[in-house]
């Protein structure tokens, strides 16, 4: 099912209540522009622990310059605990806030994840070519954190990367199509 006949803040309106609602998308509401998207799949993994706290992660996407273009998700319990997302907070986690609603939901237990990003900013824009990298970010009480990148270019054509796990986070592939 493709929404690209409807305006962008529609296509976001729809996209916001998705996301919302738990639902993973597939590329189904991409932004109307040529940009490459990536699919981003990664792991939860299983840790042996007395004190298992299932961890915050946050999912997003910078320019160049280091600064925050889009979040992707942040799965979190309680929002006073979001800085221990110490990147993310720092890039972008202070300066949305308000605005996360659409984008964030509870914390998940162990498995593998599949989140996509459309090659658009915070507002819906298209963002210009030029070198972005991806990052994830992982915390846990009672844990440690991991924080994990890939960089990579638009356009760039199809590319696959494999990002090694760490302790928080399992391996993670991205697919540029």
């Keep these: 099912m493709m929404f690209s006949v409807l305006s962008p ?3 976001k309106l729809i996209a916001t209540a998705l996301l919302a609602s738990g ?6 509401l991409q932004a109307s522009s040529d940009q490459k998207a990536l699919n981003i799949e990664f792991t939860l993994p299983e840790i042996a622990s007395g ?3 299932r961890p915050y992660v946050a999912v ?11 979040t ?13 997302l110490r990147r993310w907070w720092r890039k972008s986690g202070r300066y949305q806030e308000e605005d996360l609603d659409g ?3 509870a914390t998940r237990a162990p498995g593998t994840f599949t989140l996509n990003w459309d090659g658009t900013d915070m507002s ?4 210009s070519p030029g070198k972005y990298t991806l990052r994830l970010e992982a915390s846990r009480e009672h ?6 990148k890939q960089g990579f270019t638009l356009p760039d054509g199809q590319q696959t990367y494999r990002i090694k796990a760490g302790k928080e986070l399992g391996p993670v592939v991205v697919q540029q199509y």
Excluded: C, F, M, P
């Design 103 to 105: 984008i964030s939901g």
């Design 9 to 11: 803040s529609v296509n």
């Design 72 to 84: 992707l998700a942040v799965w979190h319990e309680d929002k006073k605990w979001l800085k221990d």
């Design 60 to 70: 997003w996407i910078e320019n160049e310059k280091g600064k925050a273009v889009k």
């Design 124 to 127: 819906g824009q298209a963002v």
């Design 51 to 53: 004190q298992y706290q």
């Design 143 to 148: 844990g440690s954190r991991t924080q994990l």
């Design 23 to 28: 639902l993973v998308l597939s590329g189904a």
